[in-house]
């Protein structure tokens, strides 16, 4: 079965992460389907606006944690940067439709996103210091500007989750509906974004984020090498065992 499916229908590419039974949690070769599906978006005039989906019950759980154990030292080129560049300089809008939990990059990448609608029962967290990484996808930059200082610390100090209503406070996400209307609202505001002229979206998208592109461009690269680094690390390597042996883990050594 796909992992990841992709969907181009009237001017709408919809990308769905079709891995529930685990959680739709994030693997290298999903990374890939992803950039590339993004850069084909890129390219093609016909496409005038893109959907990120879940299901209904989660939209996910974050990198594959056993992906984590076993990846080669990350590049540049690894799919989960080329992913992240894809999705951070993306030129068209960008729609995410969550529900359930959303973890680590399933929240950060949300950052990138022009317009996230949110069921009443997601609930987003980026856990990195628990799992003795460090914050990747410029949200050590975007989460202390978005949240304030005192809420991004909670949120990547303590990887503290929260809820749907926090997160439209602060600007994270759009709108919250019941979570079986998510994915059809995502739908409703992509048709319209499809039906307007598509160069005045790009050049709106290109000036309200042209304050901030060098800087997220500088931050995710800065995260990644320490992100590369800190995976091979003992603390890592303990929080990733711990979570394959379902065990809690002990970093007294790390
Ligand atoms: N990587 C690999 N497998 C994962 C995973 C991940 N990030 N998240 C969940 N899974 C797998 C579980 O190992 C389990 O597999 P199994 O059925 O073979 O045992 C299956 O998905 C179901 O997960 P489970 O934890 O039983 O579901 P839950 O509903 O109790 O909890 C989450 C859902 C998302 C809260 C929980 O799975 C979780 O915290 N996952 C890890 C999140 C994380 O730390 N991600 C990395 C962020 S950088």
């Known amino acids: 079965m796909n992992t990841i499916l992709v969907d181009n229908t009237a001017g709408v590419m919809t ?7 685990k959680k739709n949690s994030l693997t290298s070769a999903m990374y890939a389907v992803m950039a590339d599906a993004l850069d084909q978006a890129n390219a093609d005039a016909a496409v005038r606006a893109v959907v990120f989906q879940g299901h209904e019950t989660i939209f ?7 992906d984590f154990l076993n990846a080669p030292a990350a590049t540049n080129e690894s799919p989960v940067f080329r992913f992240l560049r894809g999705i951070s300089t993306f030129p068209k809008p960008v729609i995410a439709a969550v529900c359930g939990p959303a973890v680590g990059i399933g929240t950060t990448m949300l950052f990138h996103c022009d317009l996230v ?9 980026m856990p990195f210091v628990n799992l003795g990484l460090c914050p990747e996808a410029a949200s050590s930059y975007l989460a202390p500007q978005l949240m304030g200082y005192g809420r991004a610390a909670e949120a990547l100090l303590l990887g503290e989750p929260f809820l749907a209503e926090a997160a439209l406070e602060m600007g994270l996400i759009s709108r919250i509906v019941p979570p079986a209307e998510v994915a059809a609202l995502a739908q409703r505001q992509a048709q319209k974004l499809a039906s307007k002229p598509l160069s005045s979206l790009i050049e709106t998208k290109r000036l309200m984020k042209k304050g901030q592109a060098t800087l997220v461009a500088e931050r995710m690269l800065e995260e ?6 800190m995976l091979r690390e003992p603390a890592a390597r303990e929080a990733f065992t711990a979570f394959m042996e379902k ?8």
């Open 15 to 21: 990308i769905t992460l079709n891995r529930v039974e």
């Open 60 to 66: 996910s759980a974050g990198n594959d944690i056993g």
């Open 117 to 125: 609608y949110a069921g009443d029962n997601a609930a987003f967290s």
């Open 224 to 229: 990644g090498v320490s992100f590369g680094r």
């Open 247 to 254: 065990r809690r883990p002990d970093f007294s050594n790390t």
